[in-house]
């Protein structure tokens, strides 16, 4: 079950993509999907992505139904998950919304969810862990008034490139600031 899991989030990632490039597979080895069972009871399962970024946790259960608790970004995101999930359950402050679930296969209903929170980690983790500057390239992508980069991961990383998509450019023959 753990594994089955596993695989359905895991596909579901695959299929992220920003600006062209398939994020998942930029992921080093140390970043890409990881299953945590380390909990005492046994019971409860998860998933983290991007080194210890919790995606999704399962909580299987002896009397009730299972749970999953899914990370939660934003008010449209809730509402999007409470018109799937009836029972779906929020407290104001916490970073998890709890679902109820009858067996795996209603995960499959958190797809688009998942891609998107997976999306934001990424953004998020590279702003933040790899974060820099501007690269060599600078002039020419100041003259080319987008990041012209190869390298994917500085793509991401680069504090530049979030200037030049907001148009603030602050060099070479198109500078405005």
């Not at 600078?138 to 500085?154: F, G, L, M, P, Q």
Request: contains cysteine; aromatic residues 12%.
């Amino acid at each position: 079950m753990k594994e089955a899991i596993f695989r359905k989030i895991e596909d579901m990632i695959k299929k992220v993509y920003i600006e062209g490039f398939n994020i998942y597979n930029i992921c080093e080895k140390n970043e890409k999907l990881t299953l945590d069972d380390n909990y005492k009871n046994g019971k409860t399962f998860s998933y983290k992505i991007l080194k210890q970024n919790i995606l999704l946790k399962y909580n299987k259960m002896a009397k009730v139904k299972d749970y999953i608790e899914i990370r939660y970004l934003s008010e449209d995101m809730l509402k999007e998950i409470k018109s799937k999930f009836s029972d779906a359950n929020y407290k104001n402050g916490e970073l998890y919304i709890r679902i109820n679930i009858e067996n795996i296969d209603e995960i499959d209903n958190l797809s688009n969810e998942i891609q998107k929170i997976f999306k934001s980690l990424f953004l998020t983790y590279m702003n933040t862990k790899e974060s820099f500057g501007c690269c060599s390239k600078y002039i020419e992508c100041s003259n080319n008034k987008h990041c012209v980069t190869e390298d994917v991961r500085a793509r991401f990383s680069c504090q530049y490139k979030r200037n030049l998509d907001k148009g603030k450019i602050f060099y070479g023959a198109n500078k405005n600031i």
